[in-house]
């Protein structure tokens, strides 16, 4: 019977972020998600199973290492880690998969029903991608080279006393034991009949390849020639995943993603590789270039993460691409960004609906910036954008309370943001991923 790895995630890029309304709600979500990982365990064994915990570390990175060093085939790993946002829209458990493995999404909902069936009054939020992650994809889900799952719990719990709260963990801890179970043993019986590793059919650009690629786990692989035709520098990805099977050397097709190179799953195992897509992918982060959505795009994909997004704000795209235009910004771009500072318009504790306030401005009295309406609040994003990116004269009237403090022209792509727009590193990564996922939404990508 394989293994099963318990892993309590936070801290590092996969933690809480630095926000400093979230980090008191972090470190006690680090706390409980240790004592959690120590209920699941003992539990688990009872039931027969070998189970190891990961060693505690504030790097999800040495945790990876950690069991990757130990994993043997057919052991899975499930990492646990507390959403530390709490809005009451975040109360519940999602389950976060590799993108584009069904196998694993098949996992993660088995992982949830159990689970929900234990513990009914955390609802679920689903089975998710990593790719809708803030960075667009999770370490947890893809680094490692047995089959993993990330589940992150959002609770609120109004209790102050302790045993009160870890007799609800310990709950918790048994509908994830009631998960891991079927789980583990269907990676088992993958493992016994050897299917594991098949060969797929795949396609570049629309067009048969010569060249199969192959599926170990539910991920596809492709050989490496082949990337480096498609025109990706794997020379400056190191950490991007590699394997050798029968004398060809492989990479997973999902970590190219990040390099602008979509997957998409056909009929009878077969992928599409594109590299080809409607958007130019040498202007992909640009600011002063045209955008490729429409408002209805926009609507769409916003009402697909935040249904009740729009009633606030009806017409929030359309002013979006009107705004941009008049500029010459790149209403994409400005559109992810927004969708970012203002968690698809759930906003947060500090900037309210009524600031309309969609990019997280400041005054010059280090107080947030408030405007009179939607489209002055727009307009201020927008020309903050310009401000960074371009020395040209602004078409509209300033309304943007700090736009003649910036250096102009100095970031005229999104990357050039990290470090003047936010103090978060990730910051540009994270727009890029829901840029990406806007495109794949729209069918551009």
Same mark, same amino acid.
């Given at each position: 019977?394989?293994?099963?790895?318990?892993?309590?995630?936070?801290?590092?890029?996969?933690? !809480?972020?630095?926000?400093?309304?979230?980090?008191?709600?972090?470190?006690?979500?680090?706390?409980?998600?240790?004592?959690?990982?120590? %209920?699941?365990?003992?539990?688990?064994?009872?039931?027969?199973?070998?189970?190891?915990?990961?060693?505690?570390?504030?790097?999800?990175? %040495?945790?990876?290492?950690?069991?990757?060093?130990?994993?043997?085939?057919?052991?899975?790993?499930?990492?646990?880690?507390?959403?530390?946002?709490?809005?009451?829209?975040?109360?519940?458990?999602?389950?976060?998969?590799?993108?584009?493995?069904?196998?694993?999404?098949?996992?993660?909902? $088995?992982?949830?029903?159990?689970?929900?069936?234990?513990?009914? &009054?955390?609802?679920?939020?689903?089975?998710?991608?990593?790719?809708?992650?803030?960075?667009?994809?999770?370490?947890?889900? *893809?680094?490692?080279?047995?089959?993993?799952?990330?589940? /992150?719990?959002?609770?609120?719990?109004?209790?102050?006393? *302790?045993? !009160?709260?870890?007799?609800?963990?310990?709950?918790?801890?048994?509908?994830?034991?009631?998960?891991?179970?079927?789980?583990?043993? &269907?990676?088992?019986?993958?493992?016994?009949?050897?299917?594991?590793?098949?060969?797929?059919?795949?396609?570049?650009? =629309?067009?048969?390849?010569?060249?199969?690629?192959?599926?170990?786990?539910?991920?596809?692989?492709?050989?490496?020639?082949?990337?480096?035709?498609?025109?990706?520098?794997?020379?400056l990805n190191p950490q991007m995943r590699r394997i050798r099977?029968?004398?060809?050397?492989?990479?997973?097709?999902?970590?190219?993603? &990040?390099?602008?190179? %979509?997957?998409?799953?056909?009929?009878?195992?077969?992928?599409?590789?594109?590299?080809?897509?409607?958007?130019?992918?040498?202007?992909?982060?640009?600011? $002063?270039?045209?955008?490729?959505? #429409?408002?209805?795009?926009?609507?769409?994909?916003?009402?697909?993460?935040?249904?009740?997004?729009? /009633?606030?704000?009806?017409?929030?795209?359309?002013?979006?691409?009107?705004?941009?235009?008049?500029?010459?910004?790149?209403? &994409?771009?400005?559109?992810?960004?927004?969708?970012? /500072? #203002?968690?698809?318009?759930?906003?947060?504790?500090?900037?309210?609906?009524?600031? =309309? =306030?969609?990019?997280?401005?400041?005054? *010059?009295? #280090?107080?947030?910036?408030?405007? !009179?309406?939607?489209?002055?609040?727009?307009?201020?994003?927008?020309?903050?954008?310009?401000?960074?990116?371009?020395?040209?004269?602004?078409?509209?009237?300033?309304?943007?309370?700090?736009?003649?403090?910036?250096?102009?022209?100095?970031?005229?792509?999104?990357?050039?943001?990290?470090?003047?727009?936010?103090?978060?590193?990730?910051?540009?990564?994270?727009?890029?991923?829901?840029?990406?996922?806007?495109?794949?939404?729209?069918?551009?990508?």
């Amino acid at each position: 019977m394989g293994r099963i790895f318990i892993c309590a995630i936070y801290g590092g890029n996969e933690g !809480a972020a630095g926000d400093p309304e979230t980090i008191g709600r972090a470190a006690n979500g680090a706390k409980e998600m240790v004592f959690l990982r120590d %209920s699941i365990v003992p539990e688990l064994r009872n039931r027969g199973f070998e189970v190891l915990a990961v060693p505690d570390s504030d790097n999800p990175r %040495s945790s990876i290492d950690w069991i990757d060093k130990r994993a043997k085939p057919g052991d899975i790993a499930l990492g646990i880690h507390a959403d530390a946002y709490a809005h009451s829209q975040t109360k519940g458990v999602s389950t976060f998969y590799i993108a584009k493995n069904g196998e694993r999404k098949n996992h993660a909902q $088995m992982l949830l029903l159990s689970f929900s069936s234990r513990v009914p &009054d955390l609802p679920s939020r689903g089975a998710k991608p990593d790719t809708v992650a803030g960075t667009g994809s999770l370490a947890f889900c *893809r680094r490692l080279t047995i089959p993993s799952l990330l589940m /992150e719990i959002g609770f609120q719990i109004e209790s102050e006393d *302790r045993l !009160a709260i870890q007799a609800y963990w310990r709950e918790i801890a048994l509908g994830i034991a009631d998960g891991l179970v079927p789980w583990s043993r &269907d990676v088992q019986m993958q493992i016994t009949s050897n299917n594991h590793t098949v060969p797929v059919h795949l396609k570049v650009n =629309n067009e048969p390849s010569p060249e199969r690629g192959i599926a170990i786990n539910g991920n596809v692989y492709i050989p490496i020639d082949l990337a480096d035709r498609l025109g990706v520098n794997l020379a400056l990805n190191p950490q991007m995943r590699r394997i050798r099977y029968r004398g060809v050397v492989y990479v997973k097709a999902i970590e190219l993603r &990040d390099l602008n190179i %979509s997957i998409v799953s056909e009929i009878g195992r077969t992928y599409n590789i594109r590299s080809q897509h409607q958007f130019n992918a040498d202007e992909f982060d640009r600011i $002063m270039v045209d955008g490729h959505t #429409t408002a209805t795009h926009l609507s769409e994909f916003l009402t697909a993460n935040h249904p009740e997004a729009l /009633e606030k704000f009806p017409n929030l795209p359309e002013i979006y691409i009107e705004e941009a235009s008049a500029e010459g910004v790149n209403h &994409d771009l400005a559109f992810a960004q927004m969708c970012l /500072e #203002t968690r698809f318009l759930t906003f947060g504790s500090a900037i309210l609906p009524e600031f =309309n =306030n969609f990019a997280s401005l400041g005054d *010059r009295q #280090t107080e947030w910036a408030k405007f !009179a309406d939607l489209r002055l609040g727009i307009r201020a994003h927008i020309q903050q954008l310009k401000a960074y990116a371009s020395t040209d004269l602004l078409v509209q009237e300033c309304v943007a309370p700090r736009f003649d403090l910036v250096k102009r022209g100095i970031a005229p792509t999104m990357r050039q943001l990290n470090g003047r727009w936010s103090a978060d590193v990730q910051y540009t990564i994270k727009i890029s991923a829901i840029l990406r996922r806007l495109y794949e939404t729209a069918g551009l990508f």
